[in-house]
Every structure is written in structure tokens, then in C-alpha cells.
């Protein structure tokens, strides 16, 4: 009997494996990063894990962040912050170096990419 379940964007990258590793790679980038790094906390920790269970569930897999902190709200998450167009595209520019430890095929890298531009657009609100 086939299989008709949907693939998703999160079962294409590697699945939890690789939303950690991709997790792993992008925050140290951030950090270094003039433009959004001031934004973040010391403690990068708790906001690894959110980003960890965010994606996870963004990208197509278990409903990570849901099942633990309700409708994720992104925009009304990041409104404290001043993000410029500037800083969407560094953090953009971060995660395209991060996906780069996944070593996905260049075709998938830049699905993943347009994916992440709509929400890294919307929180621009400075």
C-alpha cells in the first residue's frame, strides 16, 4: 500500500538532527554579527531552545513551541527589538551560513531560505 502522507520541509533537511545542528550553527553566527548580536542575551541558551522548537515546528514537524508556549505570536514576540530591514537581512545572511552545516543541495538551501524570508520581513518594525 503507498505511502500518501505529505513530505515535509522538516523530513527534507534531516528532521530533528538537523534542525538542532542547523540551531547550533546559526547562533554564534548571530552573535558575532555587529548588527543583530546587541539584540540578544548574554544567556543564549533559553532562545536556542525556543529557536530549536520554533523551527522544528515552522519547518513542518511536531509542534514543539505550541504544545509548550501557546500560538507562537513571532511579530508581537519580536516588537520589543528594533529590527530594521538591515538586521532581517543579517539574520537572514546568518541562517544562510548556517544551513551550510547541513550541506543540503542548493535547490533545498534556498527553499528554506525563501521560507525564512517572509517571517524575517515581517518583523521589521523600525
Not at 29 to 39: D, E, K, T
Not at 80 to 101: V, Y
Request: aromatic share 12%.
Amino acid at each position: 500500500m503507498p505511502d500518501n502522507r505529505e513530505f515535509t520541509l522538516y523530513e527534507a533537511i534531516g528532521g530533528e538532527k538537523a534542525v538542532r545542528k542547523l540551531v547550533n550553527a546559526f547562533y554564534p553566527l548571530v552573535q558575532a554579527n555587529p548588527l543583530i548580536g546587541p539584540l540578544f542575551p548574554d544567556d543564549i541558551e533559553p532562545v536556542r531552545e525556543k529557536q530549536f522548537l520554533f523551527l522544528t515546528q515552522f519547518f513542518g514537524g511536531p509542534p514543539l513551541y505550541s504544545e509548550r508556549y501557546g500560538h507562537p505570536m513571532m511579530r508581537a514576540r519580536h516588537l520589543p527589538f528594533p529590527i530594521t530591514p538591515e538586521r532581517a537581512d543579517a539574520w537572514l545572511g546568518c541562517m544562510s551560513r548556517a544551513l551550510d552545516s547541513l550541506q543540503l543541495e542548493e535547490d533545498l538551501k534556498g527553499f528554506v531560505l525563501e521560507r525564512l524570508k517572509a517571517p524575517a520581513y515581517h518583523f521589521i518594525n523600525s
